[in-house]
């Protein structure tokens, strides 16, 4: 690391600016770390019923006014699997960031053919249901601790994957990857993500119990960072806190591929699941406002997100709520603001979803905000303003304080959240 990354800022909203902790970077060493809680038992055919949060966040009723159509969105993971049968068709050609044997359709983990999934799958016989089936998935492929101690691998593979994602079609980037070393290349791509009009979210990890430290890229100024919620809008004990958390989506008891076989799917809990999620959310809002910029798109999924604390303060372990796209593609709610205006930083940001120049300097971090006084704790009643949420909102919006915790025994290069 070096001394200017253990000074990475994070501005936030108007309310007076937030800071962020310094954190983890690498992806995931293997998915039975990438996700928290995982149950022994594999599940099969009813997957789908598993996916408690589509009756919760009103999928079927968002699907009549959008399904993401002409949404694109990067997945930055450990490959996309484009041959099962929730994903034929959804797939377009991606990278492979890896400088391994494959490519970008050979997922070595099953975790970014379950992200992929999570977002646009079709659930064709028994999948997983993607929330937003209308999008069209680019896949893009990094390594892991384990993948790169088995293979002779691009050692740059993360800058090359994001830069590879911003000069893509894909408006949103979707990385359930992360780890506790930043780099100034990694810092430099995002930069240049968001310069290319790139709306980029990123898991905050799955570690509060074990250390909780911040995880790049979400805890860089110009990333989304997603913790993960249950059925009762509590966030996870797994799912990390502090400066690094923007928003909150369902990670608790979501399906995932059990591993690259592709055979069963398990239980799990993750903020990766709810990075993807999120970046489906986006996908709905953004199809029914083709002219919004990521800014425009973000800052609505802000204002509507389900919190029961004062406005222009920030949730350690929810950012800014549990997000709803329901209520801006169901009932218009949501200002969108200036459309250069950074709802992250609150600094002017250039390029737009379809701008193909590079951004024209790489600027100094912004500076960090003091942390605004977390306002979801425990027993927190819900927001008293919709009741169409089922579980995500009627169950409340509180956080659970996480007051365990154990130490790393060793620190993972990579790791998916």
């Known amino acids: 690391m070096t001394a200017g990354m253990s000074q990475t800022r994070k501005r936030r909203m108007s309310l007076g600016v937030r800071g962020r902790l310094l954190g983890t970077m690498a992806v995931a060493a293997a998915l039975s770390v990438g996700f928290a809680g995982v149950a022994p038992s594999a599940i099969a055919a009813d ?11 009103q999928a079927e009723e968002m699907w009549k006014i959008s399904t993401g159509e002409g949404m694109k969105v990067a997945v930055i993971d450990s490959g996309v699997n484009s041959s099962t049968a929730s994903l034929k068709g959804q797939v377009l050609k991606g990278f492979d960031a890896t400088g391994a044997e494959g490519d970008e359709y050979d997922d070595y983990r099953g975790h970014g053919t379950t992200m992929a999934e999570l977002i646009a799958g079709t659930g064709n016989e028994g999948g997983l249901q993607g929330l937003a ?12 601790t384990e993948f790169q ?11 090359d994957a994001i ?4 000069d893509s079609e894909a408006q949103i980037i979707s990385m359930s990857f992360g780890s506790e070393f930043p780099t100034t290349e990694e810092r430099e791509a995002v930069k240049y993500a968001e310069s290319k009009g790139k709306l980029f979210f990123a898991s905050v990890g799955n570690n509060a119990q074990a250390g909780n430290k911040e995880e790049y890229p979400a805890a860089y100024p110009q990333v989304t960072g997603v913790s993960a919620a249950d059925k009762n809008g509590k966030v996870g004990e797994f799912s990390q806190h502090g400066q690094i958390t923007d928003i909150a989506a369902p990670g608790a008891d979501v399906p995932y591929w059990c591993d690259e076989t592709f055979q069963e799917y398990c239980d799990g809990n993750g903020t990766s699941q709810a990075t993807a999620i999120a970046s489906a959310s986006a996908a709905l809002v953004w199809s ?23 406005d222009g303060t920030l949730s350690k372990y ?6 709803r796209p329901s209520m801006n593609i169901l009932k218009g709610k949501g200002e969108p603001g200036a459309p250069d205006i950074s709802p992250l930083t609150k600094e002017k940001t250039s390029g737009s979803a379809s701008s193909a120049a590079p951004s024209a300097s790489a600027s100094s971090q912004p500076e960090k905000k003091e942390k605004a006084e977390d306002a979801a704790m425990p027993g927190s009643s819900t927001e008293k303003d919709d009741d169409s949420q089922l579980g995500l909102i009627i169950g409340g ?10 130490a790393f025994a060793f620190a993972r290069k990579r790791r998916a959240a």
């Not at 919006?397 to 154990?406: E, I």
């Open 149 to 159: 101690n088995e293979h002779s691998v691009n050692a740059y593979d993360t800058r």
């Open 397 to 406: 919006v509180a956080a659970v304080l996480v007051l365990g915790g154990g």
């Open 318 to 323: 929810l950012g800014h709520g549990l997000i």
């Open 133 to 144: 089936p209308g999008a069209k998935i680019i896949p893009v492929r990094i390594t892991d």
């Open 47 to 57: 997957v789908q019923s598993k996916q408690w949060y589509l009756s919760a966040m």
């Open 288 to 310: 029914v406002h083709p002219d919004w910029t990521a800014n425009q798109v973000l800052n609505v999924l802000f204002e509507t997100a389900s919190r029961d604390w004062k």
């Open 163 to 166: 830069r590879a994602a911003a």
